[in-house]
């Protein structure tokens, strides 16, 4: 929300040229990042409260210029997202992370889940499912190792298909996350509509809950309507042991933030699982 504000703002200042070029350059470079091999991907651990066990990581991109340098993916997402080349950036990353991940394993031996970010724009492609299956099979990976991750923004383009894709999916035994739950509005009826399997509750409540009665209100409200509904909750953002204690008092089932571990990339996060006995 600050950084739509930020934006509006500027589009009434004598910086609008700035901010228009900015973004110029965002969309030249992006066409060829892809082909120059610019982008990679880092993991994020999750961690299961129950067992207190890494269990997955979810998948972020990140995308380096020699004239950018790093470039925050809240940046070039909606950018890739408005000229299409988010479909071909999204095969990238699944296709990478499945490669990263085909023999990972936790150090009790369990192979890890990976969770990867959807864009509405990749799902609303009638090929989406295919291709994705294309992928798992040219991987040799199962199905129900992935969680899929998408925003309310999916659901909200009110397309037939959309809801006919997520089932497709589900069957095939992927998991569905909502990302970001709490942040837009009748989340909890899209809980209801979609074979939604785990919800991830926004840093921004995490962020308070230790000290806004409001956040904690709501961070327990919604876990434990999450738990009558069957669905896992996966809590995104803990930066300290104050807010995991927290979480874990409540019911939790997963937790992922900084306190735990910062994004890492592949070599990062084997050395992790190595350091926990695993490999
Ligand atoms: P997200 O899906 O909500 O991902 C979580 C973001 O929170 C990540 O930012 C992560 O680095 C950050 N984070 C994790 N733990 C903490 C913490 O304890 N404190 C704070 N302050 N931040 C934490 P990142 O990597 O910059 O990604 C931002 C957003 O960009 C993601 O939000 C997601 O919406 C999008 N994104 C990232 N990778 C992809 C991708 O491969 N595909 C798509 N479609 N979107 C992506
Ligand atoms: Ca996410
Ligand atoms: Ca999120
Ligand atoms: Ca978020």
Not at 123 to 141: I, N, P
Not at 155 to 177: A, F, I, R, Y
Request: hydrophobic share 40%; proline share 3%; aromatic share 8%.
């Amino acid at each position: 929300a600050k950084e739509g504000g930020k934006d509006s703002y500027r589009l009434f200042t004598s910086e609008m040229n700035d901010s228009v070029q900015r973004r110029l350059r965002l969309e030249y470079h992006l066409v060829w990042a892809l082909s120059r091999g610019e982008f990679s991907v880092v993991y994020q651990p999750l961690y299961d409260l129950k067992t207190n066990r890494i269990s997955g990581a979810e998948a972020l991109l990140r995308w380096n210029n020699d004239e950018l340098g790093a470039v925050p993916p809240s940046e070039f997402i909606p950018i890739a997202e408005q000229s299409n080349l988010i479909y071909e950036i999204g095969k990238f990353v699944l296709d990478t992370a499945m490669n990263d991940f085909s023999e990972l394993k936790n150090r009790e031996g369990d192979l890890l889940h990976l969770a990867v970010n959807i864009s509405p724009q990749q799902v609303r492609q009638s090929h989406f499912v295919e291709d994705f299956m294309a992928t798992l099979e040219k991987q040799g990976f199962a199905p129900n190792r992935l969680e899929l991750e998408v925003t309310e923004g999916l659901l909200l383009s009110n397309q037939p298909n959309v809801k006919e894709m997520l089932h497709k999916l589900h069957d095939l035994g992927t998991e569905l996350s909502m990302d970001d739950f709490g942040t837009g509005y009748s989340s909890l009826s899209y809980l209801l509509q979609f074979p939604f399997d785990a919800l991830k509750i926004d840093r921004e409540f995490v962020d308070g809950i230790t000290d806004v009665e409001l956040n904690e209100a709501l961070a327990t409200a919604v876990i434990s309507m999450a738990q009558g509904l069957k669905i896992k909750t996966v809590a995104e953002g803990v930066e300290t042991e104050e807010q995991l204690e927290m979480l874990k008092s409540k019911g939790c089932d997963l937790a992922q933030g900084y306190y735990l571990s910062r994004p890492l990339d592949i070599d990062g996060l084997k050395t992790l699982l190595g350091e926990m006995g695993g490999e």
